[in-house]
């Protein structure tokens, strides 16, 4: 019952900007296939993959997002550089000394920064974001063009999916790409009575846009949220207590948001948590349990479909999350994996059932 890397590998290597996900998407649909009754797309691009269960039992809606963070190239310069739109919630100290990909052939550039050599004092202490084009060698606009790439186009970085040492794995774009590699796993080990529709939803990094359209499609009794939870066990995290590590299990979460005061985000009903550490327990899967802050999943929009919906969010730790080099440990996802399974085979609890 564990993830497959050829999956993961093959999610990570699909590049996937917001409202551009489709070879995301094309992957999921592929691999999945073969482990649900059917399959169907929106003209957003969400993929609802569903295995059927019994006529009475409930619908569960498992949902990871198929986007990542981009660059909109939005200037072609008469010099042959791209000035671009950031898309998602970036960090500018991520951006210079990078390499990216540009447009549909893919094509190399780097975001280069202004030499050491003729900065001031000043600019050698700063990080000037703003300042950075797109380098892709080319020297004209018309040589822009002959290389296949014009304004519109969306460039990503270039780090691919490789390992670390004890089983931890790195790349960009483990948000949520691990998500969806366990969505598939699931699908594959899952027996259950409940209807079940795995979705790779689209536009999560730009306002869970995805999820609210595929959501109001589907109209589950209960949502899940599959993610990965911004792990703060490392130096430069700088926090005496983290509140969640990488390789202590998955996170299930109490609540996320926007804000310190959680506005924007989702406050999980008892019985999606208590049905979740049910499945954890059943599993014997240790897990964390935590809040999100200055962040919120698609829990949010499936907690609000219709007249609302149970739901909730599992995710899997990962350090440095929104950078080209997110870093993960496959024990998580793999337990994560394990508590879904075991959940779906469980009765999801009533009022009754819950500690209030």
Known sequence: MEIDEDDLAAFVAARGAPSNEYDVADEFA???????????????????????????????????????LALLVDTIRDDGFLEYTKIAGHYKGNFPGQRVVVG???????????????????????????????????????????????????????????HLANGRITGRALDDRIALAILVAVAEAAETEMTVHYVATVQEEVGLRGARMAGHTVDPDVGIALEIFPADDYPAADEP????????????????????????????????????????????????????????????????????????????????????????????????VATLVSALGTEFPGPEDIRR
């Open 30 to 68: 592929e691999r999945i296939g073969e482990h649900v009754d059917r399959i169907e797309r929106d003209a957003q691009g969400n993929v609802i993959a569903t295995s059927e269960g019994d006529d009475d039992a409930l619908a569960v809606m498992l949902a990871a997002h198929t986007d990542e």
């Open 104 to 162: 549909p052939d893919e094509l190399l550039g780097v975001l280069g920064p202004k030499s050491r050599h003729l900065m001031t004092e000043d600019e050698k202490e700063e990080i000037d974001e703003e300042s950075l084009t797109i380098d892709i060698g080319a020297t004209s606009r018309e040589e822009v063009a002959t290389l296949n790439v014009e304004a519109g186009d969306f460039a990503t970085w270039d780090r691919e999916y490789d």
């Open 241 to 336: 207590e983290p509140s969640a590590k990488l390789g202590e299990g998955p996170v299930i979460e109490f609540a996320d948001g926007t804000s310190e005061y959680l506005f924007g985000g989702v406050l999980v009903d008892r019985e999606t948590r208590t049905w979740l550490k049910g499945g954890a327990a059943s599993a014997d899967v240790d897990i964390q349990e935590t809040v999100m802050v200055s962040g919120s999943t698609d829990a949010t929009e499936l907690q609000q479909v219709r007249g609302g919906r149970y739901a909730g969010a599992i995710a899997v730790p990962c350090r440095y999350s929104h950078s080209p080099v997110e870093t993960l440990d496959l024990t998580d996802a793999n337990e994560t």
